[in-house]
């Protein structure tokens, strides 16, 4: 279920920020960040979609934090139904996720910001701030890739197997690199296990893959390379 935070007798005065996120060791740390400016205040936490969209609905919050990765689906797809019944309502993603990977994608989906869990905090605070401002926040890095990219007509960058697989694609990819067999994949995704399997055939065929052992190798090499990045 959703969690309300303690109220304040100054809140009125404050943004309210509900925090998503499966990891109640994640969410408590964020909420005491968050506390502690004047003007900012964790009103709810929600482990999944679900809790998320009730929260929203009983708490009303000012804006959303959303980690990529969350217990019943992934937090992309909760980006993009929060983009479709809360239009209005901002959404900056916190993820452990390379942004790299993930950040354009997360903007793509609706998001308003994208900040690595790696980050320093001060910077968590300060995403927080442009996203209720109703700007845009990425790091510097990914902000001179967006430039790039728009500058060279949009084509993407080259090197990155996971760059031509939809967004379900690649969490399947993603999956399969961690160790996910396709029935775990089939019940955490909530999908079924003919659905799994045609996404490992689309992979396979846009990666040019030849079977499901190459399929594998090149999943766990793609995830080992990508945890690299984030040490």
């Known amino acids: 279920m959703s969690r309300k935070m303690p109220g304040r007798t100054d ?127 990425v790091s510097e890095g990914m902000a001179a890739k967006m430039v790039s990219k728009l500058v060279g007509g949009g084509t993407r960058t080259a090197g990155s197997p996971a760059d031509s697989l939809s967004d379900r694609e690649l969490e399947v990819f993603r999956m399969i690199g961690e160790g996910f067999g396709t029935r775990e994949m089939a019940d955490k995704l909530h999908l079924s296990i003919k659905t799994v399997e045609t996404y490992r055939a689309h992979i396979k065929d846009k990666l040019g893959l030849q079977d499901a052992n190459e399929l594998l190798r090149t999943a766990i090499q793609w995830v080992n390379a990508g945890l690299e990045r984030e040490r």
Request: aromatic share 2%.
């Open 11 to 137: 809140s009125r005065s404050k943004r309210t920020v509900l925090i998503v996120d499966d990891h109640p060791i994640v969410r408590q740390g964020l909420a005491q960040l968050i506390n502690q400016e004047k003007d900012l205040e964790v009103c709810g936490q929600a482990e999944d979609a679900h809790e998320a969209m009730q929260a929203i609905r009983q708490l009303d919050p000012d804006m959303v934090i959303v980690d990529i990765s969350l217990k019943d689906t992934s937090g992309m797809e909760l980006i993009k139904d929060l983009k479709i019944q809360h239009p209005d309502l901002p959404v900056l993603t916190l993820s452990m996720h390379d942004e790299a990977v993930y950040g354009e994608r997360a903007l793509r989906a609706g998001a308003r910001g994208y900040v690595m869990k790696q980050e320093a905090t001060g910077k968590v605070v300060t995403a927080i701030r442009r996203v209720l401002a109703g700007e845009i926040y």
